[in-house]
């Protein structure tokens, strides 16, 4: 059974770049028919995609965000990264990771990772 | 940017059935995906292509897509339903791959 396990820092200062890591277990990150997302939940609040990376490496992001993140894969580790930068208040939120299986449709997140909370204060 | 809008709040007696519709201009183009998030959980795939349902989830949730419209059913619900409920698909020309609706929550009374 894959699993996704969210990892990082937890408190992040205004101005400066979260990163988060993804593991990925019981499966590849390299299979393919799969892409790869971070999706984040403000306390409180809705679910909004950030972007996603597939197995071939290309990355696809969220218009409104897309001047500030980065997502990449590293394969020898089985696992796929966020950076998000110049961070401010309204980025303070539950931060997941998630699979998305393309025989369930283009990006149905089938898998998700039990999500991690970031804080953005000085 | 593209929207999906879904109402607030849904409010059921055990055993009745609950209806909680999506709106958006590209869903007869798009498919439509729902989710299920419990309190302090991650959320969880319960419909997905509009009506298919994942394995493991029961047969009391099924989905439908009419227009601009799609709606998830709960037949029978149960107190175990109680949740909140996200809508998710994609602007007809690509430019936003994944949107998610505002949520609903679901209040089994």
């Known amino acids: 059974q894959l699993q996704l396990q969210e990892s990082g820092s937890g408190l992040v200062k205004p101005s400066q770049t979260l990163s988060l890591t993804c593991a990925v277990s019981?499966?590849?990150?390299?299979?393919?028919?799969?892409?790869w997302s971070w999706i984040r939940q403000p306390p409180g609040k809705g679910l909004e995609w950030i972007g996603y990376?597939?197995?071939?490496?290309?990355?696809y992001y969220n218009p409104s965000l897309k001047s500030r993140v980065t997502i990449s894969v590293d394969r020898s580790k089985n696992q796929f990264s966020l950076k998000l930068s110049s961070v401010t208040a309204a980025d303070t939120a539950v931060y997941y990771c998630a699979r998305a299986s393309h025989s369930y449709g283009d990006n149905a997140f089938d898998i998700w990772g039990q999500g991690t909370m970031v804080t953005v204060s000085s | 940017s593209y929207e999906l809008t879904q109402p607030p709040s849904v409010s059921v007696s055990p055993g009745q059935t609950a209806r909680i519709t999506c709106s958006g201009d590209?869903?007869?183009?798009?498919?439509a995906y729902w989710y299920q998030q419990k309190p302090g959980q991650a959320p969880v795939l319960v419909i997905y292509?509009?009506?298919e349902r994942p394995s493991g989830i029961p047969e009391r949730f099924s989905g439908s897509s009419s227009g601009t419209t799609v709606t998830l059913t709960i037949s029978g619900v149960q107190a175990e339903d109680e949740a909140d409920y996200y809508c998710?698909?994609?602007?007809?020309?690509?430019?936003?791959?994944?949107?998610f609706g505002g949520g609903t929550q679901l209040t089994v009374l």
């Open positions: 998710q698909s994609a602007d007809s020309s690509g430019t936003f791959p994944a949107v």
């Open positions: 590209a869903l007869p183009k798009q498919y």
């Open positions: 990376i597939y197995h071939s490496g290309s990355t």
């Open positions: 019981g499966g590849s990150i390299s299979s393919g028919g799969y892409s």
């Open positions: 292509k509009d009506s």
